[in-house]
């Protein structure tokens, strides 16, 4: 079936620019994650969902930094006025089911922004 | 918060050797600890998971060990082939949040 798809897969924007990036999860999946990759790092945690709510923005650098999940499906990330610190891969995942017990992450292909 | 550390940071294996690749971690809460394996220009891909209830599973010729008590956890491959190569990503799971390992680069030679 398909899996976590990511638009686009590549951006370039200018510094002090606003983007937006698209996470469209496994069909039925309830809760979506935002993770951010720097070069030759692990990902790390930015945010949750579960459906609509968003239950978690610890990971969120800084207050430019906004998702959204209005439907409970499709989710975007955008960055405002960007930096060059927000050079990175943005990776989405979703998994089935929330809870303690924590499901399986299943992780799109990442859109990997780079900030001049 | 947790903290997990992985080593080593690279591997250089010939082919059909085996190839180990170890964590550890802070928070003794935590109970999902999976294994993802990233190729360039790809996001990582779940190669096998282990819950806090088991000790060892074994897919193939691949096996994760997990011992709470020293909160370390091990990947081992078998066997490794050319198409191993790639950078392995350890993690741990408390309350829907991942916490990643920096990756380990696995380079098999044939």
């Known amino acids: 079936g398909a899996g976590v798809s990511q638009s686009p897969r590549y951006k370039v924007a200018k510094r002090g620019q606003d983007v937006a990036l698209r996470c469209d999860p496994i069909s039925g999946h309830v809760s979506l994650f935002w993770y951010q990759q720097a070069l030759g790092q692990g990902p790390e945690f930015l945010t949750y969902?579960?459906?609509?709510?968003?239950?978690?923005k610890s990971g969120l650098p800084s207050d430019r930094f906004f998702a959204e999940r209005p439907e409970g499906s499709v989710s975007t990330l955008k960055i405002q006025r960007t930096q060059q610190e927000d050079s990175a891969v943005y990776l989405c995942?979703?998994?089935?089911?929330?809870?303690?017990?924590?499901?399986?992450?299943?992780f799109g292909p990442g859109t990997r922004l780079t900030v001049l | 918060g947790e903290n997990v550390e992985q080593h080593p940071s690279t591997l250089s294996v010939q082919e059909g050797d085996s190839a180990v690749i170890k964590c550890t971690y802070s928070d003794s809460a935590s109970n999902y600890f999976p294994w993802y394996k990233q190729e360039l220009g790809k996001g990582p891909q779940l190669i096998i998971d282990?819950?806090?209830?088991?000790g060892e599973k074994k897919d193939q010729r691949i096996a994760v060990t997990l011992n709470k008590t020293a909160k370390h956890f091990s990947l081992h491959i078998t066997e490794t082939q050319p198409e191993d190569s790639a950078v392995y990503f350890c993690?741990?799971?408390?309350?829907?949040?991942?916490?990643f390992g920096a990756g380990t680069r696995l380079a098999v030679h044939p």
């Open positions: 969902f579960q459906n609509e709510a968003q239950l978690d």
């Open positions: 995942a979703s998994s089935l089911v929330s809870g303690w017990d924590t499901d399986t992450q299943y």
């Open positions: 282990i819950r806090s209830n088991v």
């Open positions: 993690a741990v799971g408390g309350y829907n949040k991942l916490i």
